[in-house]
């Protein structure tokens, strides 16, 4: 096991940031923590960085405990954290040296870890990294955050604000770090990166609302979901809701998601109902849930 | 449908040094329509956006919104137009009823107009019990409800969103949809960015900025039987990939 946390918990004034976090990360093993803005990513990300202490609980990282054994943590764990903390007025090149020597290594000696993605900004190795793109940038994160040849990786939203080119860019990256058997922790609010994690936890409010493989948690979806379509997605919206056996009406891409409050969907019956609203072109097909679904379900 | 054009780009080009930022790019925007412009990131969108709110003077070409030059006529626009980004909020230490009157007060409505539209503001978006609590003690996603009412407080003709729904969470995201639905269903124009590709698929015509260019623009539907696509996401990884 490669991170352990126990009942973790961090208040800061009087707003409850976590509570209780508990959950394993194995050896080798790509962890998503998937949750929106202000759920405590961060704060979780910091405790186990041992940039922050914890009000209740324990964890280990690397089987270093986050308080006692800090400094031997910070030697074992790579961190990119959410916020861009390179020097910006050094260039790539310098920036890179500049953790080896901190971590008392060479680019050289760690040169293989870094390599596929290093060459992707080496072109631009004499720019300061103050005046590279936001992909570029990132890049170069990564890279200050490996060349130390950390056991555990932790990536705090690595991939907010990215275009979606870049944000599948970065997840092949991951993916040939973990086959290097790095072990990783990575934070994200969007949840179409969740499929490509090997387990993930759901976190809101500060609490994780649960745990498993993307492939189990939507499996345990409790309702069946229809797609819905229809000329006016506007007037479906409104008209959806006022069916009286809706549960649940969530925009879906050109689809809504509708679950109902009775067991299942009576198709035809709801078709005729949005044609007495006037809707046109209506669809109503079965549909899988996504981890979105669960989300939001759990979260209502 | 012949409504009438609230946007107008023609040939519109802005220049860093010798580095095009915004190359020639041409589109119209009809009233009530949501209008998604998308891009990779450096592609160009918020050059473009800067200009056509009128805080960017373009190198060449033309645009006039709402009826108003972006050359000559910038306050005009300004006072024609909302604009919300995700990192422009309100004043955190203000309270939500203390900002609405702040801005209603920039906006120049009256004194009755602000009474009015705060307690209509405040009963939509179910704010009764935390209106005089401070906007900083919210959690974002209302910030993100909040600061779009106000940036409609003077009935813009358009509204400009920038990543409006940046890391907020799966259900306010899409109440959020749900107001701008109901804004566009009332006759303003919405222009709107975002990197969610679901969201694209909401907008009436979408745009897809490449490199300064505008490499695609029409319906989400049209797109992804032009691209052969399934979803928006792929339209996108397909073009911009190149």
Not at chain 2, 9 to 15: A, D
């Amino acid at each position: 096991m490669s991170i352990n946390i126990k009942h973790i918990s961090k208040s800061f004034k009087n707003a409850e940031a976590l509570t209780s976090v508990s959950f394993q990360v194995n050896t080798g093993e790509l962890f998503g923590l998937i949750g929106p803005d202000g759920a405590g990513k961060t704060t979780l990300f910091r405790i186990l960085t041992t940039l922050l202490i914890a009000d209740e609980g324990n964890a280990t990282v690397a089987g270093f405990d986050v308080v006692k054994d800090f400094k031997s943590i910070r030697k074992h764990v790579g961190y990119m954290p959410g916020k861009f903390s390179l020097y910006q007025d050094l260039t790539v090149e310098e920036n890179l040296a500049f953790f080896a020597t901190i971590f008392g290594t060479t680019i050289k000696k760690n040169y293989d870890l870094i390599k596929e993605i290093y060459v992707q900004i080496e072109p631009f190795k004499n720019r300061s990294a103050g005046k590279l793109s936001g992909g570029m940038k990132q890049k170069l994160a990564l890279c200050c955050a490996l060349i130390h040849k950390p056991q555990v990786l932790f990536l705090d939203e690595p991939t907010t604000g990215v275009d979606p080119v870049s944000r599948k860019e970065f997840w092949e990256m991951l993916k040939g770090l973990k086959q290097k058997g790095i072990t990783i922790l990575v934070s994200t609010p969007y949840m179409d990166e969740a499929t490509l994690c090997d387990r993930i936890a759901l976190i809101q409010d500060g609490k994780i609302l649960q745990i498993d493989t993307p492939q189990e948690i939507v499996k345990h979806f409790p309702k069946k979901i229809y797609n819905v379509k229809s000329d006016n997605m506007y007037k479906l919206i409104e008209s959806l809701k006022e069916y009286e056996h809706h549960y649940s009406v969530y925009p879906f891409g050109e689809f809504v998601h509708y679950t109902d409050n009775r067991s299942d969907v009576n198709p035809e019956d709801l078709a005729m109902f949005l044609k007495s609203k006037g809707l046109k072109n209506i669809q109503i097909n079965k549909t899988k849930a996504t981890i979105e679904d669960t989300f939001m379900e759990l979260a209502k | 449908m012949t409504k009438e054009t609230v946007i107008h780009v023609k040939n519109l080009t802005k220049k860093f040094d010798d580095f095009k930022a915004v190359d020639s790019i041409s589109f119209e925007v009809k009233k009530g329509e949501i209008f998604g412009f998308l891009g990779a990131n450096g592609a160009g969108k918020t050059t473009s956006m800067k200009m056509l709110i009128g805080i960017s003077k373009p190198t060449t070409g033309l645009a006039t919104v709402a009826g108003f030059d972006v050359y000559k006529n910038t306050e005009d626009i300004k006072k024609n137009i909302g604009y919300m980004s995700q990192n422009f909020a309100l004043y955190n230490d203000l309270t939500i009823k203390e900002n609405i009157t702040f801005f209603g007060g920039i906006y120049g409505l009256s004194r009755k107009e602000i009474k009015e539209k705060t307690a209509l503001l405040i009963e939509e978006l179910n704010l009764q019990k935390v209106s005089k609590k401070l906007v900083g003690s919210l959690p974002l996603g209302w910030k993100q409800k909040l600061s779009f009412s106000v940036a409609l407080l003077h009935n813009p003709a358009i509204i400009f969103l920038d990543e409006p729904t940046g890391g907020v969470d799966p259900i306010t995201r899409r109440q959020f949809w749900e107001m701008i639905y109901k804004t566009a269903n009332q006759g303003t124009t919405i222009f709107v960015t975002t990197h969610y590709m679901d969201e694209a698929e909401y907008c009436d015509r979408v745009s897809i900025m490449v490199k300064g260019k505008i490499e695609a623009l029409d319906t989400p539907k049209n797109l992804k039987n032009k691209f052969n696509a399934e979803t928006m996401n792929e339209v996108f990884i397909k073009l911009a990939r190149e």
